[in-house]
């Protein structure tokens, strides 16, 4: 599979039956029906879209990076990836991508890993993991901590380096590229537009994203 596979959508915007705003730093939560498409779309560019996935009628079997990057044999997501869940199953699959490429590996940010990554002080800085911590707790209470799994950036350049570490890298998005995946079954989507301030991924500065629903 190619790593940059661009791909466009013969949807149209109007079509949808849903569209929202997502502010940079908020969380959005909502299942995606069999056979819907929902759009993540980078409106202004270098945006990271920490999203996680869950099998809805099953919330145990989330979303798995190892599952995923074994069942592609590729470690970047692109049009064509299917991403997996825990046991193996096939939750959704990207089936249009203007952006290219997207991160598997480097995870959500969080309190520790900006005290790690940046310095002590920003422990207390708002982060991924508080708000997906936020959109579970206001769930009806199928979802808790322990359904936090290793997630997807949508948008984010985490290239890995040849001696296999982790570079956060200036982003290869730009305004209005957008991410298609089109659920294969009933799924749970959990979205954190990233609110980091300590990296180039979204040059120093979160911005809004959309998301667009298409029915079958
Ligand atoms: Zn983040």
Redesign the pocket.
């Known amino acids: 599979m190619a790593v940059f596979n661009r791909v466009e959508s013969p949807r149209n915007a109007e079509e949808a039956i849903y569209s929202e705003i997502i502010q940079a730093g908020d969380g959005w939560m909502r299942v995606l029906k069999p056979g819907q498409v929902l759009r993540i779309v980078d409106l202004e560019g270098n945006q990271?879209a920490?999203t996680l996935f869950y099998d809805a009628d099953n919330p145990e079997d989330h979303y798995s990076a190892v599952a995923t990057i074994a069942g592609q044999g590729n470690i970047y997501l692109s049009t064509g990836s299917v991403l997996r869940a825990e046991s193996g199953k096939e939750l959704l699959r990207i089936v249009a991508d203007t952006c290219g490429r997207h991160d598997t590996v480097g995870g959500?940010?969080s309190a520790q890993s900006n005290t790690v990554r940046y310095s002590h002080d920003k422990l207390s800085m708002h982060?991924?993991r508080d708000t997906f911590m936020l959109q579970l707790a206001q769930w009806d209470g199928a979802y808790t901590k322990r359904d936090l799994a290793p997630n997807i950036n949508f948008f984010m350049n985490v290239p890995v380096t040849a001696d296999g570490g982790l570079k956060f890298d200036d982003g290869v998005s730009a305004p209005g590229c957008y991410v298609e995946v089109q659920s294969l079954g009933s799924s749970m989507v959990l979205i954190?537009n990233?609110?980091?301030l300590n990296n180039p991924c979204n040059a120093y500065n979160p911005t809004p994203i959309q998301v667009l629903i298409w029915d079958k």
């Open positions: 990271a920490d959500s940010c982060n991924c954190s990233c609110p980091q």
